[in-house]
């Protein structure tokens, strides 16, 4: 996250009863297994607000490395995997099935490379600017076609489906990266990892307005688009 440690801990406290709300509104397993997004992501900036505070103040300092790891964890490991499973739960198309679990298939296989690479090179990060800006040590972080390997599955994955809902989050999820690609180049990870916390939050507004549409035409609505 961008700006300051309150600002992080401020999301993970907003994202928490976000996402504890959006799992008491699910109805269903897929919806549940969506509502969790907002509580990983809170976790994810709880992390990046004792990374902030390992930078700015000497007596968080031991914990550094252990935030910058969690934080990387959900930044690049978990996301690649949860999203499309997101996608999976929720698809009844057979063909858009096959597709989705191959980018599942492809996210596994990423994330699995990301986190013994992690291991082997220890990755940094640094406060500039107002931003945390993380560097990978591996040497496929510093290819440009790593954007598109991770965005296969974290992204790619909600575009495929046949629901309108995770499509929206597919393309705003997008957007996002777009902008922060083009502002926040070198705070990449950081910067768009918050603006997907704060997309997140609308996974709750979907939920409660599916289930209320869904009731008042008296079913479950676990699969309607």
Partial sequence: MCFSPS????????????GIAAVRVSKTVP??????????????????GFVWLSLLRPAWAQAHHIAVYVFLVFAQMVWP?????????????????ALIGITLAAGVALAAYIGVSLYIHPPLAFAEKHHIRYELGFALSRKWYYGVLYFIPAVFSLLLSSQK?????????????LFTRLLFYFYVISVWCF????????????????????????????YRK
Avoid: D, H
């Fill in 165 to 177: 809902t995770l499509r929206i989050l597919g393309g705003l999820f997008l957007l996002s990266y």
């Fill in 31 to 48: 919806q549940r297994i969506l509502a969790m997004v907002p509580l990983l992501f809170a976790w994810q900036q709880l992390a990046e």
């Fill in 195 to 222: 603006f997907g916390a704060l997309i997140s939050i609308l996974i709750f507004v979907f939920l409660s307005r599916s289930n209320a549409k869904n009731k008042v035409n008296g079913n479950s609505g676990a």
């Fill in 7 to 18: 600002v992080s801990f401020g999301a993970a406290a907003v994202l928490s009863v976000t």
């Fill in 81 to 97: 995997v949860y999203m499309p499973v997101c996608a999976l739960f929720y698809e009844q198309s057979r063909p858009r099935r």
